[in-house]
């Protein structure tokens, strides 16, 4: 193969195109999937590399016109392993028809035809008032004749309801001239782009030219129509009007599921925002999801805005765009609004399924938390273990399972730690995981596919030890959670891994550690309130262990068996073991 730009297919022993691709260098990429150390990697990359019985390629003379011509391929052949939209609905987009007198409505179906479409619009609703807005400021035509000037003028049309409902100028009966209309149709394309401007300097003019002249009841409805723009531009404003005409993505991934959020800011006013749902079958990187995300993006509206404001920079130069990565500002503000709608979007998509179909709503979570922790298998049972100590006395660990990403409380446990009495939490994570797991073996219990320490590096390292003297190293997953900055510590990886606050991997970690560490903190404070009830009773001549045992199961605590008093304690014990207590002064 050529050392050139290109693109290339790769297809399975029945004929049938399985992954396309670009490359800056055919030779380089290609080789590159089947290199072993590459397929090692990526699992997925393994199933697509044993498909491939042949393969074709095409030169071309750049890297961008490789990503176009890509683009063209996918979507022509649709292959099985490559990104694609996943969600199959077709949002709406409002048409300005390429016509004589230009009908604007809402439209599923984009037809190249000369028409402009602005949009999509994931919320109908949205859509709609924004068509309803536009109407209202200036009345247009619905019907769908064909209309002409020399059938106007011939007469050959007749006036409908909804021109004696206002709702319609009359052009096909001769009523509003073409100029009048186009006119209209400008200001609606302009405020549809996001431009207010030029429409509110019109009414302005045209209502006080009305006053000027004491026509004064269209001056008024002018004024109403002002008010009307502003109040529309009021509630769309999300920024400074300084920043522009921009476009801003945002991208997250989860599993082998991607979410891409789009939104068009014109003059500091959202024009519109769409997010969509991609599917990632190779486990694709975040810069060549969001390359294809823009794309998509662009086939759909056309020219994209001259500056761009993502997360990263995507892998692909797009002509006539500036990508731009904000840090603060009014920019980076958007950037944060891109990245809660499409965590809004994501949460939204969860709920749905979880009411229409929650077996694979739980499926795709485990898949999420296996692919953002390296997994080698879906965690459906996850036990995280805990220690608790004061200054190295009383020490107790506690052991607590989730499955299927809930709290089981049925199969939580608590340790006494035996083999540790000085503050030293690395041998006794290493002791309890021991006691943990040999018991499960020795009892045929169900082993979990992922284990979560409380705690760094160390914790991490003891767990381990126990699990390679089990010899259940590899064989089980896991991971550790440092509370401090919630840093994740993977086995052989001595940098911690950073997952996104807002991730429902993170979340479960938090959750489990967070169950843990309330486990054990709970067992811990009675086992040492225990522990001092007892030493302060055990000093008292005359009081054994069954009168200890008594008092503990009667009043649980020093504080109420003092308040108890001598009467009460006697009925108890018995006189013999009160008079011991209050000759120590117990009761006073």
């Given at each position: 193969m050529?050392?050139?730009?290109g693109?290339?297919q790769?297809?399975?022993?029945?004929?049938?195109?399985i992954?396309?691709?670009?490359?800056?260098?055919?030779?380089?990429?290609?080789?590159?999937?089947?290199?072993?150390?590459?397929?090692?990697?990526?699992?997925?990359?393994?199933?697509l590399?044993?498909?491939?019985?042949?393969?074709?390629?095409?030169?071309?003379?750049?890297?961008?016109?490789?990503?176009?011509?890509?683009?063209?391929?996918?979507?022509?052949?649709?292959?099985?392993?490559?990104?694609?939209?996943?969600?199959?609905?077709?949002y709406?987009?409002?048409?300005?028809?390429?016509?004589?007198?230009?009908?604007?409505?809402?439209?599923?179906?984009?037809?190249?035809?000369?028409?402009?479409?602005?949009?999509?619009?994931?919320?109908?609703?949205?859509?709609?008032?924004?068509?309803?807005?536009?109407?209202?400021?200036?009345?247009?035509?619905?019907?769908?004749?064909?209309?002409?000037?020399?059938?106007?003028?011939?007469?050959?049309?007749?006036?409908?309801?909804?021109?004696?409902?206002?709702?319609?100028?009359?052009?096909?009966?001769?009523?509003?001239?073409?100029?009048?209309?186009?006119?209209?149709?400008?200001?609606?394309?302009?405020?549809?782009?996001?431009?207010?401007?030029?429409?509110?300097?019109?009414?302005?003019?045209?209502?006080?030219?009305?006053?000027?002249?004491?026509q004064?009841?269209?001056?008024?409805?002018?004024?109403?129509?002002?008010?009307?723009?502003?109040?529309?531009?009021?509630?769309?404003?999300?920024?400074?009007s300084?920043?522009?005409?921009?476009?801003?993505?945002?991208?997250?991934?989860?599993?082998?599921?991607?979410?891409s959020?789009?939104?068009r800011?014109?003059?500091?006013?959202?024009v519109?925002?769409?997010?969509?749902?991609?599917?990632?079958?190779?486990?694709?990187?975040?810069?060549?999801?969001?390359?294809?995300a823009?794309?998509?993006?662009?086939?759909?509206?056309?020219?994209?805005?001259?500056?761009?404001?993502v997360?990263?920079?995507?892998?692909?130069?797009?002509?006539?765009?500036?990508?731009?990565?904000?840090?603060?500002?009014?920019?980076?503000?958007?950037?944060?609004?891109?990245?809660?709608?499409?965590?809004?979007?994501?949460?939204?998509?969860?709920?749905?399924?979880?009411?229409?179909?929650?077996d694979?709503?739980?499926?795709?979570?485990?898949?999420?938390?296996?692919?953002?922790?390296?997994?080698?298998?879906?965690?459906?049972?996850?036990?995280?273990?805990?220690?608790?100590?004061?200054?190295?006395?009383?020490?107790?660990?506690?052991?607590?399972v989730?499955?299927?990403?809930?709290?089981?409380?049925?199969?939580?446990?608590?340790?006494?730690?035996?083999?540790?009495?000085?503050?030293?939490?690395?041998?006794?994570?290493?002791?309890?995981?021991?006691?943990?797991?040999?018991?499960?073996?020795?009892?045929?219990?169900?082993?979990?596919?992922?284990?979560v320490?409380?705690?760094?590096?160390?914790?991490?390292?003891?767990?381990i030890?126990?699990?390679?003297?089990?010899?259940?190293?590899?064989?089980?997953?896991?991971?550790?959670?440092?509370?401090r900055?919630e840093?994740?510590f993977?086995?052989?990886?001595?940098?911690?891994?950073?997952?996104?606050?807002?991730?429902?991997?993170?979340?479960?970690?938090?959750?489990?550690?967070?169950?843990?560490?309330?486990?054990?903190?709970?067992?811990?404070?009675?086992?040492?309130?225990?522990?001092?009830?007892?030493?302060?009773?055990d000093?008292?001549?005359?009081?054994?262990?069954?009168?200890?045992?008594?008092?503990?199961a009667?009043?649980?605590?020093?504080?109420?068996?003092?308040a108890?008093?001598?009467?009460?304690?006697?009925?108890?014990?018995?006189?013999?073991?009160?008079?011991?207590?209050?000759?120590?002064?117990?009761?006073?």
């Open positions: 050529p050392g050139l730009p693109v290339y790769f297809i399975d022993a029945s004929g049938v195109v992954y396309v691709g670009k490359a800056k260098n055919l030779k380089k990429r290609v080789t590159s999937y089947f290199a072993e150390a590459r397929q090692l990697e990526n699992r997925k990359l393994q199933v590399v044993s498909k491939i019985a042949d393969l074709i390629f095409t030169v071309v003379g750049s890297e961008a016109e490789a990503f176009l011509l890509e683009n063209t391929y996918i979507k022509r052949l649709q292959p099985r392993y490559n990104i694609n939209l996943k969600d199959d609905k077709t709406p987009s409002i048409c300005v028809k390429n016509e004589l007198f230009p009908r604007v409505f809402l439209t599923r179906q984009v037809v190249k035809d000369g028409s402009k479409y602005f949009g999509p619009y994931s919320s109908v609703r949205t859509a709609r008032f924004l068509l309803d807005f536009v109407r209202r400021l200036y009345p247009l035509r619905s019907c769908t004749l064909k209309l002409n000037p020399k059938d106007i003028a011939a007469g050959k049309f007749r006036s409908c309801l909804e021109l004696q409902v206002g709702n319609c100028k009359g052009p096909c009966i001769g009523l509003q001239s073409l100029e009048n209309y186009d006119e209209g149709i400008r200001f609606i394309t302009s405020m549809l782009k996001g431009d207010l401007s030029p429409v509110k300097d019109s009414v302005r003019a045209e209502m006080l030219e009305a006053s000027r002249l004491l004064f009841e269209q001056a008024h409805a002018l004024k109403e129509k002002l008010q009307l723009l502003d109040d529309f531009q009021a509630k769309s404003t999300v920024v400074n300084s920043v522009g005409n921009v476009d801003v993505f945002y991208i997250v991934k989860e599993g082998s599921l991607a979410y959020s789009f939104m800011v014109a003059g500091g006013t959202l519109y925002s769409y997010t969509m749902e991609l599917s990632s079958p190779l486990d694709e990187s975040l810069p060549e999801l969001l390359s294809f823009v794309a998509e993006i662009k086939d759909m509206i056309g020219e994209l805005n001259r500056e761009i404001i997360p990263f920079l995507p892998d692909v130069e797009f002509d006539n765009a500036t990508f731009f990565v904000p840090q603060r500002g009014d920019k980076h503000k958007l950037l944060a609004l891109a990245e809660h709608n499409c965590r809004a979007y994501i949460a939204q998509r969860v709920e749905q399924l979880e009411h229409t179909n929650p694979s709503a739980l499926e795709q979570r485990l898949k999420t938390i296996m692919q953002d922790l390296h997994l080698t298998a879906l965690p459906h049972h996850i036990e995280c273990f805990d220690n608790s100590n004061t200054q190295g006395t009383n020490p107790v660990a506690a052991c607590v989730f499955k299927n990403a809930k709290p089981s409380k049925k199969d939580y446990r608590h340790f006494m730690v035996k083999s540790v009495d000085s503050p030293n939490d690395f041998a006794s994570m290493e002791e309890i995981v021991y006691r943990r797991y040999k018991r499960l073996l020795d009892e045929g219990g169900e082993l979990p596919q992922l284990i320490v409380d705690g760094g590096k160390g914790q991490l390292s003891a767990a030890k126990s699990l390679e003297k089990l010899e259940l190293n590899g064989k089980i997953d896991i991971v550790a959670l440092a509370e900055l840093e994740v993977l086995p052989n990886d001595s940098t911690p891994l950073y997952l996104h606050k807002n991730s429902f991997t993170l979340k479960v970690l938090m959750h489990i550690r967070d169950e843990a560490h309330r486990f054990g903190i709970t067992f811990h404070r009675k086992q040492r309130s225990s522990k001092m009830l007892l030493h302060e009773l000093q008292i001549p005359g009081i054994g262990e069954n009168s200890i045992n008594k008092l503990l009667q009043y649980k605590t020093i504080a109420r068996i003092k108890a008093g001598y009467d009460e304690v006697a009925r108890v014990l018995g006189i013999r073991q009160a008079k011991a207590l209050s000759n120590v002064g117990f009761f006073s």
